[in-house]
C-alpha cells in the first residue's frame, strides 16, 4: 500500500476569516457536488467559501473554443460590512497597478497538468483584471473569468486562491464569444495575440507504508524505487522471497503503462567503495530486469540495465534511515 507523502503543486489553501464579517457559520466551506445538466457536460452552480462571510460560485466551465476553456464564477458578500477582494483571487502583476487571476489555475489529474490562465502578448492575463481597491458592499455580487489552454480530460479541478478547490469539474461546450462582466477590460482569446501557454507538469511522490518501495510520477514517465533491503540479502543479488510480491506490483504498472522500454539502473550507499558497489548494483538490477521480463505479460518491451554503485544518492548518506533510501534499484518506465 502507498501512502501519499506530497503530490507536488496539488495543493490548496483555505482561509477560515473572521474578521470583518458575520460572527456566526464557523470557518467551514460549503460545497455543492457537481451536477450534469440537460445538456451534456452543463455544470449546475458550485459554490464554496473564500471566508466566513463570502461565498464563491462557480457559474460555467465550457470549452469556448477548441483550444480555449473559461471559467466564470461570482463573489458574494453575505457579511454586514464592505468586502475588498484585494489578494484573495489573484496576485498583482509585477511593476503594474492592477490586479488579475493569473494565480488560478485547473489540474488535469488525468493527464498530471496543472492549466494557468493564458496570457496575452501584451502581457496581461486573459482573465478578469481589477483595480487594487474592488469592494464587493454587503448583499452585492461581483463576476469574475479567466480563460485558459483547454486541458486534454473532459473533467477538472478549479484551483481558486484561498477557496478548497472546486473537484471534478466536467467541461461544457457552450462556446464563445467571451463576454466579460460589466465594467471589465474585454479580454477574448479568439481576438487577442496570445503568449505561449503556461501548462506545467505535476509530480507526484508517495511511498509504500512497509518501506518497500517509493514512486515518483509525472506527466510523462514512472519512477520506482525499489528498496534493495527488502528484495536483496546484505551484500547479494539473489531476490529474496518478499521481492516476488513487490515485483508483481511493477510488472503490473507496467502492463498498464504505453511503455516499450523499461530502465533497470541499481544504487547502493556510499559505504565501502564503488569497485565493489558497481558491480553489485549492477547484478541486482539485473535480477530484477530478469524478473519483471517473466512477469510482464505484454509483448514488445524491451530492458536496459545499469550498475551505478554510489552514484546519484537521493538522500544524504547522513544517516541509516537515509542509506537505505539510497540502497535501490529504480524502475523507470513511460505512463
Known sequence: MLACAAAAILVAGCSSGGENGNSGGGGD????????GAAAGALETQWMQVRNWVRVDL???DRTSPNVVTARFKLTNTGNVAYSVGDDLGITGAGVNYRDLRGI???????????????????????????????????KSQE???SFPAP???A???????????QAIPIGD?????????????????????????????????????GSKEEVEDDKQVEVRLSADVLFALNKADLSPKAQTV????????????????????????SGNDAINIPLSKRRAEAVRNALSELVTKSGVNYTVAGHGSADPVASNDTEENRKRNRRVTVTFAR
Open 29 to 36: 466551506a460549503g460545497v455543492a457536488t457537481p451536477k450534469q
Open 59 to 61: 457559474l460555467s466551465l
Open 105 to 139: 489555475s485547473l489540474v488535469d489529474a488525468k493527464a498530471h497538468k496543472r492549466h494557468y490562465p493564458l496570457m496575452g502578448a501584451d502581457e496581461k492575463c486573459v482573465c478578469s483584471i481589477y483595480d487594487d481597491d474592488v469592494t464587493i458592499e454587503p448583499g
Open 144 to 146: 469574475f473569468f479567466a
Open 152 to 154: 486534454s480530460s473532459p
Open 156 to 166: 477538472v479541478t478549479l484551483f481558486v486562491s484561498n477557496t478548497p478547490p472546486f
Open 174 to 210: 457552450k462556446e464563445g464569444p467571451v463576454t466579460p462582466p460589466p465594467g471589465q477590460e474585454a479580454r477574448d482569446a479568439s481576438k487577442l495575440q496570445l503568449g505561449d501557454p503556461r501548462v506545467l507538469p505535476i509530480v507526484g511522490f508517495a511511498e509504500a507504508i512497509d
Open 247 to 270: 515485483l508483481k506490483d511493477v510488472a503490473a504498472r507496467i502492463d498498464a503503462s504505453k511503455a516499450t522500454t523499461v530502465k533497470v539502473d541499481g544504487y547502493t550507499d556510499s
